[in-house]
C-alpha cells in the first residue's frame, strides 16, 4: 500500500515550455514580412500610377491643353492619330506624366488600354460650345471610361473641363454637368436593359452609380470635379486654366 505523500515533501518542478515564446517570435517575424511586403506593393502601385490622361472628343482642346499645361506654350494642334506626352511638375521634385489620348472613335479604346493601368487622375475635356450637340457622343465616352473594370478598380479622380469658356456659345459647367447626368442615366438603364437576362457585358463593364436612384456624378466613389476654363483660341489669348493647375497639383 502506497504512503500519501507527506505534507512538506516538494513536488518535482516542471521545466517551462520553450514552445510558447518561440511560436510569438515566429508570428512576430511574418507579420513583419507580411507588414514590409505590403506597404512594398502599395508603394510600387502609387509609383507606377503616375499618368494623367487627357480624354474627350475630338476638337475638345485637349491637345492644346497638354501644350499649355506641360510645355507653357500655345502649340497649333490638329486631330492626334497617336498618344501625345509631356511631363507636369508643380515644384520641380514632384512629377505627372501628362497623355493625350486620341479622340477619335477608332483609336482612343487601343490608347486607353495602353495607358489605363497607370492613370493617377482622368481630365475629361468638354467643348463647351459644341456639348449640347454632341452630347450623346460625349456621355457615351465618358460612361465607357468610368465602367472600365481597370478605371473602376483604381477609381482615379475625375475632372471635367468645360472648355472653350471664352467663346460666345460656352455652356457652363453647371449646366453641362446636369445634362451629361440625364444622358449617363438613360445610358445606364439602356444598356443594363439590353443585358438583363445575359451574362454578357459583366466581365467588360462595371456598375455606375446606385441601383434603383438617377445617376449623380455625385455618386461615384472617386472625386468628381467640374471646372469652366480656355485654352485661348490664338497665341495672343490667355488661358484659363488655374483650375486644372490647382488639381493637377493636388494629385502630384
Not at 510600387?44 to 472628343?57: E, M, S
Not at 482612343?108 to 495602353?114: G, H, M, P, S, V
Not at 471646372?227 to 488661358?239: K, L, M, N, R, T
Request: net charge neutral; proline share 6%.
Amino acid at each position: 500500500m502506497e504512503n500519501p505523500a507527506s505534507p512538506g515533501m516538494d513536488k518535482p518542478v516542471t521545466a517551462p515550455s520553450q514552445s510558447a515564446p518561440r511560436l510569438g517570435v515566429i508570428v512576430a517575424i511574418v507579420a513583419v514580412i507580411l507588414s514590409t511586403i505590403l506597404l512594398f506593393l502599395l508603394l510600387k502601385r502609387r509609383v507606377r500610377q503616375t499618368a494623367i490622361l487627357f480624354i474627350g472628343l475630338c476638337d475638345s482642346g485637349k491637345t492644346l491643353l497638354l501644350s499649355h499645361i506641360g510645355q507653357n506654350m500655345y502649340k497649333g494642334t490638329h486631330t492626334s492619330i497617336e498618344p501625345n506626352e509631356a511631363s507636369y511638375s508643380p515644384d520641380g521634385k514632384r512629377r505627372l506624366e501628362l497623355v493625350d489620348v486620341p479622340g477619335h472613335e477608332r483609336l482612343r479604346q487601343t490608347a486607353l488600354d495602353r495607358y489605363k493601368g497607370a492613370a493617377r487622375g482622368l481630365l475629361f475635356v468638354v467643348d463647351s460650345t459644341t456639348v449640347q450637340k454632341q452630347l450623346k457622343d460625349v456621355a457615351e465616352y465618358l460612361y465607357t471610361v468610368l465602367t472600365d473594370p481597370v478605371i473602376a478598380a483604381l477609381q482615379p479622380p475625375l475632372l471635367v473641363l468645360c472648355n472653350k469658356q471664352d467663346q460666345a456659345m460656352a455652356k457652363g459647367a453647371g449646366l453641362i454637368r446636369t445634362q451629361l447626368e440625364r444622358e449617363i442615366n438613360t445610358l445606364r438603364w439602356t444598356k443594363a436593359s439590353s443585358l438583363q437576362g445575359t451574362d454578357e457585358g459583366t466581365a467588360s463593364t462595371a456598375a455606375l452609380g446606385r441601383d434603383g436612384q438617377e445617376f449623380e456624378f455625385g455618386h461615384l466613389r472617386q472625386p468628381v470635379e467640374f471646372v469652366e476654363g480656355s485654352c485661348g483660341a490664338s497665341e495672343d489669348d490667355e488661358p484659363s486654366l488655374e483650375p486644372v493647375r490647382a488639381w493637377l497639383n493636388m494629385l502630384a
